[in-house]
């Protein structure tokens, strides 16, 4: 049966290593991409795409996820006193966008735990998940937008992939998978950060799943795997031994801004899509 999906889990409780000293105390999804800080593009892709209720999975030291998605009364007074229209605006919008239901992961023991944690929150029903980290440029199609097209077709387990250079395979989960045509794949099985040697492909999983209750059944049973933590990676695998699961080549330039070269390229790159400032930015970049 093909379901509707309303339901999307962020999980936001990493420690965010790669990027200390700057998460510290400060969480990376709140790291501002050009003018917005990255996980609110992750939340506005996901209520274009018809999603309604957010499972964000928290953490120590992540408040200020909530405080900025929460409504600032003292902010907006000051702007509106002082006819900051435009802003005000903008700060309000940022608090009605959608509802949001806090869930905390209380040691960050993987990525598959966190999502394992959302579970009384989601239910029996298939859901999404995004990662903060991955953001997707696409203007025609999001990321999610480009998985619940597939899904309409291949209902069951469905995840973004892209092809990553082979000195970076064992940064990703890769898959082994049949082409199906088009950028779709069956899934014949999955791999945690494989040596190079080990790869079965070249096709690297990223932040963007379609993911049925079996796999947060599996959660419930699969032992940690790679660096000692529970990992999705593993209880899809489990899952697609016994039912379909699908990978889609995502279509888009895609940026992972929890390491700090892709966090740069993906904050100029947008700030040169910006119409204020792209212009003179370009001119500034030119000159260097
Ligand atoms: P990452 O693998 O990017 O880990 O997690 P991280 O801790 O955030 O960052 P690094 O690698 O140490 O720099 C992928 C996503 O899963 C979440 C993270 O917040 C991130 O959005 N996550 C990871 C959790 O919520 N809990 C965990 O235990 C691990």
Known sequence: ????????????????????????????????????????????????????????????GKQAIENHFDKSFELEYYLKKRGYKKLLDTVEQVAKMVDIFYVRQKQPLGLGHAVYCARSAIGSEPFAVFLADDLIYNVKSSGIEQLKKVYSEFPGVVFGVVEVPGDQVSNYGIIKGKSLGGNVFRVEDLVEKPSRREAPSNLGIIGRYILTPDVLSALGTVKSGKNGEIQLTDAIKAVCREKPVYAVKLEGKRYDTGDKLGYMKASIEYALRDKEVGRKLRDYLRRL
């Open 1 to 60: 049966m093909r379901f509707v999906i309303k339901k999307a889990v962020i999980p936001t409780a990493g420690l965010g290593t790669r990027f200390l000293p700057a998460t510290k105390a400060q969480p990376k999804e709140m790291l501002p991409i050009f003018d917005k800080p990255a996980i609110q593009y992750i939340i506005e892709e996901a209520v274009d795409a018809g999603i309604e209720d957010i499972v964000l999975v928290t953490g120590r």
